[in-house]
């Protein structure tokens, strides 16, 4: 489970197996139980979450997008795509 960076107490990751095939170009977001999943491609949007609120999911969704060159990088670099 490779962890790209760190925010407030949430850790921004993608899991090394993202299904068979390949999911689309996404980041896992989790801070103790609660969980949310960005879409990064085709563009920057909230998947699911679980456990969080829409003022945390407002301001995750603006980190993801104020980093989602380094999302993207890390996830190229990782599975090769």
């Known amino acids: 489970m ?3 960076f760190r925010y407030k ?4 990751f993608f899991f090394s197996n993202e ?3 390949l999911e689309p170009l996404h980041v896992h977001v989790r801070q103790g139980s609660a969980l ?3 879409w ?3 563009e920057v949007g909230l998947a699911e979450s679980y ?3 829409s003022s945390e999911l ?8 104020q980093n989602q060159e380094l999302i993207e990088r890390k996830w ?6």
């Open 40 to 42: 990064i491609q085709p």
């Open 19 to 21: 299904g068979n095939p």
């Open 51 to 53: 456990g969080m609120n």
């Open 36 to 38: 949310a999943k960005f």
């Open 58 to 65: 407002r301001e995750l969704l603006q980190v993801v997008e």
């Open 76 to 81: 190229y670099e990782y599975f090769g795509a």
């Open 2 to 4: 490779p962890v790209i």
């Open 9 to 12: 107490g949430y850790r921004f």
